[in-house]
């Protein structure tokens, strides 16, 4: 069956679909180009598109679609700059004509075109804060600056204080206060999380001052709260992504936390609580399977300095 009849329009090859549409021969040879490409010239088979008279076609590019060469699919050979490759012999030809192609110019055609997207981008991104910066002076002409969007984010828990909370308890002396503390600091910060986010996808904030909840009518405009504080919703949403409130793929196991953590009876059960908190985080430290940002999200320092300590703490180092 022709290429073109097996991929119409309408459906799209995968790349594998692409290798194993052609007779075994053929496709060594292809994956020989295929390889030269990489390895050589550093370009991807990576902008598949539709032809009216040959079908789909691959463009060999990096990103940008800055391409070097298309292929194009035939029976029993496919096409590269205008030579068909069916044997050894062609395929030496083409890969020539490759190498020329490609001293043609490539690699100054891609910093040339790279860089112009780039200083592009730059100049985009600093229109936009621009304007931004200048919407935002507007909106707060005749308000108090000082208590516009001043959102303070619920604590981390320390390190240092986790380090001797696990030593009071390895000299079977817990200290309770600490525990407490420790505890309380993470049940605020994974409530306060839950609650912002729930809220959030809802289009609503959430007082830090008073508790007044919110219901935004824009991104941008502003929001009094009668308390005398007042909030954009785009800045609120920013600054909880920005300060690692913690969410995404892990908020199961800070749900967990928040139901859990006042229902425990004792000291020993608080415990066992938070140490299995700071197991998550240490799985997720060191598989990233929950994102490594478990972590990030419930205690203060780097992630290099949060891996050694619960490294630390399991007894590893
Ligand atoms: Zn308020």
Not at 229 to 256: K, Q, V
């Amino acid at each position: 069956m022709k290429w073109i009849e097996k991929f119409p329009r309408n459906i799209k090859p995968t790349y594998e679909e692409l290798v194993w549409f052609l007779p075994e021969r053929i496709r060594e040879l292809f994956l020989v180009f295929d390889n030269e490409m990489m390895y050589k010239y550093n370009v991807y088979n990576n902008y598949p598109r539709f032809d009216k008279s040959s079908g789909w076609t691959y463009g060999y590019c990096r990103n940008y679609r800055i391409e070097l060469l298309s292929v194009t699919i035939g029976d029993d050979s496919f096409n590269v700059l205008g030579v068909t490759v069916k044997d050894d012999e062609s395929l030496n030809a083409m890969l020539e004509k490759c190498k020329t192609k490609y001293e043609e110019g490539y690699e100054e055609r891609y910093a040339l075109l790279t860089a112009a997207k780039k200083a592009n981008q730059i100049e985009r991104t600093k229109f936009r804060l621009d304007r931004e910066k200048k919407g935002l002076a507007e909106l707060t002409e005749n308000i108090d600056t000082s208590k516009f969007n001043k959102i303070k984010w619920s604590e981390k828990v320390s390190r240092n204080k986790l380090v001797k909370l696990y030593h009071s308890e390895a000299k079977g002396l817990l200290d309770e206060d600490l525990l407490d503390e420790i505890g309380y600091t993470f049940y605020t910060r994974c409530k306060q999380a839950r609650d912002t986010r729930e809220g959030l996808e809802r289009g609503e904030i959430i007082c830090h001052y008073c508790g007044t909840v919110h219901k935004a009518v824009s991104y941008t405009a502003l929001i009094a709260c009668p308390c005398g504080y007042y909030y954009t919703y785009r800045e609120y949403r920013r600054s909880c992504n920005s300060n690692n409130i913690p969410g995404g793929r892990a908020t199961e196991i800070f749900n967990a936390f928040t139901s859990k953590w006042l229902l425990c009876k004792s000291a020993s059960e608080r415990m066992l609580l938070i140490d299995g908190l700071v197991h998550e985080c240490h799985v997720s430290a060191m598989t990233g399977v929950k994102g490594r940002s478990v972590c990030m999200n419930l205690m203060d320092g780097t992630l290099s300095q949060i891996k050694d300590m619960l490294e630390m703490l399991a007894g590893n180092k």
